[in-house]
Structures are given as C-alpha cells and as structure tokens.
C-alpha cells in the first residue's frame, strides 16, 4: 500500500523535532526526580545535555530531600557524590592523592588522604567525562558536609596539614573544618561567575570573604547560624561590596536566633539596605527579625516578590507599631474609618461568631505597613496579632481591584483563632482573583467556647489550588467554602491536640471532587462510613495522609474497603493504632503501584 502525499505530509509534521527550550521547560518541572531524570539522561545525547544541570546544579540538596534512603545510605550516596565533584576539579594528569601517594601528586596537597579502598570502590568516578562540578551553581547548606568525611578521609584526625598551609589554622578551626573550608572553597572558584547561590554558616563566614570578588554572577546570599553575639559586620561588608561591584544579590536568607532577647542591633537592617534590587527576604527561621518589620528599608522595595517570617513567633503589638517613619511608606489610606468594632450576635451562615465574641479593633492597624509598599509582592508569610493587619488591602481592593498587589502564596499565623479568622476573610475578600495558596495557623486554643463558631466564604476562589488550615482553625472552618474552589487540588486539616473534632465535619470534604491531596493530622474521627465516603467522592484522589486521627469505629475492612474506592491513588501515609500496620503490608504487596509509609518510615 502505497503513502499519499498527505500522509508523507503528517508523518514529516510529527517527526519533527520539539525545540530545545520546550523540552527545557518541560523537564524543570522534574527537577526533584531523580529516578526520571536518570532515565532521561539515557535517552538521548539532547535529553542528556538538558537532564545533567538539572542533576547537578543543586546536587547536595537534591540528594537530601530524597527521603526514601536510609540517613547511612544518604551519607554514603553523598560521599560518592563530594569525590566525584573533587576529581571533576583536577585536570586530566591530576589524581586526587590517597594513602600510597605522594603529597606532590596531588592537586590538593591541603587535604588529607583519600581512603585507598573507596577510592577502588568508586573507580569509575576518578575520571569523569563530563564535568559536573561546572553545573554545580547553588551551594546549598543542606547537610553537614563533614559527615562524609570518616567514608573518604578516615585518617582525618591524625593528619596535619603541610606548613604551608599552618597559617589558615586558626586556634578555634578544626582540622575537619579546615578541610570542609578548602572542599567548599575549591568547588566555588571552579567556576566562580557560574555560582549563584551560596548558603553558609556565620562561623564559617570569614574564610570565605576574600573571594566576594570573583562571585560575580551570585543572586542568593544565605546566612545561617547567625545569634545575638555573632558579628554581622563581615557580613554587611561582603553586601556592600558585592552590591557596587555587580548588584546581582536578589534574595537573602537568614537563620538567627530562636530566643527573643531586647537587644536591639541595626546589623539585619543593614544587609537589607545594601541589596540594590531585592526580590526575596527568607527570615523564616530568624525570629528576632519581626520585630522590626516596620524599620526596614529597601532600595527598591516595588520589586520585592517573596517575604518571609516565622509563623511560631508573634510580636507584641507594641513591638509591632512603627518605630521609624521610612520614607518608601505610603500614606495612611484616608478612607479608612478611624474606629471600628466588631460584635456580632447572629447564628448560622458563613462567617458567623458567638455573641458572647466583642472583637473591638480601634483604628487602623499599622503592624505591617512596610508590606504595603511592596506593590509586587507574590509570596508571604507572617505572624500576626491584630485582626485589621490586612484592612488596608481589602480597602484597596474596594477602591480599585487591579491596584491589590498579585499575592499567590499567603501564610499567617496568630495565637488568637478569632484574630485570624477575620484577617484571613480579609485577604480572601481582597487577593480573591490571584491567591493560589493558602495557610492559616491559630496557634492557641481560645480562652472561652464560642457557641457555633465559624469560619469561610461564599465567593468564588478560581485559582485556589492548596489550602492548609491548623489548629483551631481547622475546625472552625466552613466545608461549604469548598464549592468556590473550583480549582483545589490540596488540602490539609491539622487539628490543635486539645481540640475538639466533630464526627460530620470531613464528610463535606468530597464538595472538592478535584483534589489530589488530602492531608488529616490530629484526633480526627476516622470512620468505615467515612472512609467509604471519601473514596467514593474523591475519584482524584492520589495521595491521603492519615496521622494520629481517631480510630475506634474505623475497622481493617472500612479502611480497606476505603482505600479500593481510590483508584488513582499513589501514596498514603498512615500513623494508626498498631493493628492496621500488618493489614496495611499485605495490602501494599497486593497492590504493587500504591506506596504505603508508616510513622516509622
């Protein structure tokens, strides 16, 4: 039979070739699966050329984030991984030394010898053919680089370096430190103009200042182990000279202290000052850093995109007023009605509070002023303790829809579950067409029982994709809401340990047939009624976490006959009494394609 022209015509259209950038773009979005992107590596010298710097431009920190090894067979994953990117640094006539060599042989004399059985056991690493360590562009801080060292250096202790090198020796260095510096140090200026991230400990800091000049291509900074009597002034000065003399330092990250002294140092507002053009502040992990929220002062403060506060740490009110006037600020809003109170005395309906609440706001709150100059703020997350913190948004919203920054990602918390309730109907109201993630955490259980307390919405949320409720909140809150989320593919109910569940309250979870994840941590009440419920419901479903939740009328037969109804279902995740856990293994041998982990695993 012989192929009309049409036909040569539409095999000739589908032979040719997806261009290089889309299959890029497609391939970014597996840059955290490592199994796929091996396979990719094989199939063509293309899907090669693409997979490799998505393999290797983190590769520490991908290694890490896999949480299907064992903590020893990470480390020993990581071990092979160090000596492969120490042999990509050496020339083709280098060889990193071992015990039988000489120190002149080798192209770190520094360090100490290499096992002489690992290196026989990684032979194949000796001499890469491709040079991965040129990929290597974000050195994250994911893990102790040192824990590698008994695998690879065995004899660490007992060695000293030559004397050349006695002066870099300082009386508070480690010899293990020494040698981690000098790893670090040597992979960073392999090729220096190709690092974009650097992340390292405030102790470790001062070996690496002299080589500020040569990162010219560095976007992220991180900083961590920062404490109130570390220094920052070497910090500051590595800003200030990398900013003048290539301002392309765009995101911070700072890791500082976990207590909340009153010593107030203007160090953190300095670093923030010297970045020219930030885009991201990650302060999650410092808890000092709230506390003077208002006192910031960024260069070019339009263009901050993602910031970030600790959601366990909620400042005073006091500690949250302005204490400077920064010139970047905008003006109060003139329409906001200068007192507000707020008692409410109906019953039923989205929304609705106790009588016996009086939430009296006097006021606008100015506690995050300093957000509402970021005009082109994306991401955020922050603690809360005023229920008008987000008033001024949902004015703007009122006024002028298209002038609401385009918030995507919002996380607040609060210790009071009736100041976050009203602060999140806030931002649902005023962020309604562009928020796609949303976490609410109460912290605290309320001091009095409110009578049918309630909490949700009644208006469309079309880009809402994950939702994430804790604490108090998760109770609260109106399952209703639901049907406006059209688009939800994720949600996550953690209930406080001393809240009190209420047996009908997940059956409305199933008004999101969408969803492909669904998360129940806390005493929820598990059911076989239940159970057959979501299963039947939820036809999307692929992953259900089930952690610590209440199973006395739950059977082995319920929660199996449950989990046949989720027939696209990938992975599930149980912490239950104990006599699920040998039913749950013959269930996952009968069904080879479900994952099933245990609070063990």
């Known amino acids: 039979m012989s192929l009309t022209s049409a036909d ?60 299907d090894w064992s903590p020893q067979d990470r480390t020993k994953r990581h071990a092979a991984l160090l000596f492969l990117l120490m042999n990509c640094s050496a020339s083709p006539t280098q060889t990193l030394r071992n015990d039988d060599q000489d120190q002149k042989q080798s192209i770190w004399t520094d360090l100490p010898p290499v096992c002489t059985s690992f290196q026989d056991t990684h032979w194949r690493l000796r001499q890469p053919l491709v040079d991965y360590l040129a990929l290597y562009h974000h050195h994250y801080l994911g893990m102790n680089l040192s824990s590698t060292f008994p695998i690879i ?18 009386t508070n260095t480690t010899i293990t430190m020494f040698t981690r510096n000098e790893i670090e140090k040597r992979f960073l200026l ?36 920062v404490s109130w009597h570390f220094d920052l002034a070497p910090a500051i000065d590595f800003v200030h000279q990398h900013s003048n003399m290539y301002g392309t330092i765009r995101e911070l990250k700072m890791a500082g202290p976990n207590d909340v002294r009153a010593l107030q140092k203007p160090t ?46 909620i400042p005073p009110v006091s500690i949250l007023a302005p204490a400077v006037h920064p010139s970047s600020f905008p003006p109060p809003d003139p329409s906001f009605t200068p007192a507000l109170k707020v008692s409410t005395s109906h019953q039923g309906g989205l929304g609705s509070l106790d009588s016996r609440m009086d939430l009296t706001l006097e006021g606008q709150d100015n506690s995050l002023r300093v957000i509402h100059a970021c005009t082109g703020l994306k991401h955020l997350q922050i ?3 005023s229920a008008t913190a987000f008033t001024w948004a949902l004015e703007k919203f009122n006024n002028d829809p298209d002038s609401v920054m385009p918030l995507q990602v919002l996380h607040i918390s609060s210790n009071t579950t009736a100041i976050i309730k009203r602060a999140l109907e ?68 953690t209930l406080h340990p001393f809240s009190p569940p209420d047996p009908e309250h997940l059956s409305k979870i199933v008004l999101a047939p969408h969803l492909k994840t669904l998360s129940l941590v806390g005493r929820w009440s598990m059911t076989d009624g239940l159970l057959a419920h979501l299963g039947t419901g939820l036809s999307s479903l692929e992953n259900i976490v089930l952690d610590r939740c209440q199973c006395d009328d739950l059977s082995v037969d319920g929660l199996l006959h449950g989990l046949d109804q989720m027939l696209h279902l990938k992975t599930v995740q149980v912490a239950l009494e104990e006599y699920f856990e040998g039913a749950l293994k013959t269930y996952g041998t009968n069904r080879p394609t479900l994952r099933i982990s245990g609070e063990d695993q």
């Open 190 to 225: 392999h090729q220096p103009d190709q690092v974009k991230t650097v992340s390292l400990p405030i102790q470790r800091f001062a070996a690496f200042k002299p080589i500020v000049a040569q990162l010219c291509g560095l976007v992220r900074f991180e900083l961590l182990g």
């Open 268 to 313: 953190l507002r300095e670093i923030l000052k010297a970045i020219r053009h930030p885009r991201e502040l990650d302060l999650s992990r410092y808890k000092e850093a709230t506390k003077d929220l208002n006192s910031y002062e960024f260069q070019n403060i339009a263009g901050v995109e993602t910031l970030l506060f600790s959601l366990d740490y």
């Open 426 to 493: 806030d931002c649902l109201r005023a962020f309604q067409h562009t928020l796609c993630d949303l976490k609410g955490v109460s912290l605290k259980l309320s001091a009095a029982p409110l009578l049918n307390p309630s909490f949700g919405w009644d208006w469309p949320l079309n880009h809402l994709t994950t939702l994430s409720l804790k604490g108090e909140l998760a109770v609260w809150f109106d399952m209703r809401s639901l049907e406006f989320c059209p688009k939800l593919q994720e949600l996550n109910l």
């Open 383 to 385: 603690g809360i303790n």
């Open 8 to 67: 040569n015509s539409k095999r000739a259209t589908l032979s040719t070739p997806l261009p290089e950038e889309c299959i890029q773009h497609i391939f970014e979005f597996l840059h955290r699966d490592l199994a796929t992107l091996h396979v990719l590596i094989r199939v063509s010298k293309t899907f090669f050329r693409i997979s490799v710097p998505l393999l290797y431009s983190s590769p520490f920190d991908l290694l890490e984030s896999n949480q």
């Open 153 to 170: 250096f065995p004899n660490i202790q007992r060695y000293s370096p030559p004397s050349s090198s006695q002066a870099l020796l300082l």
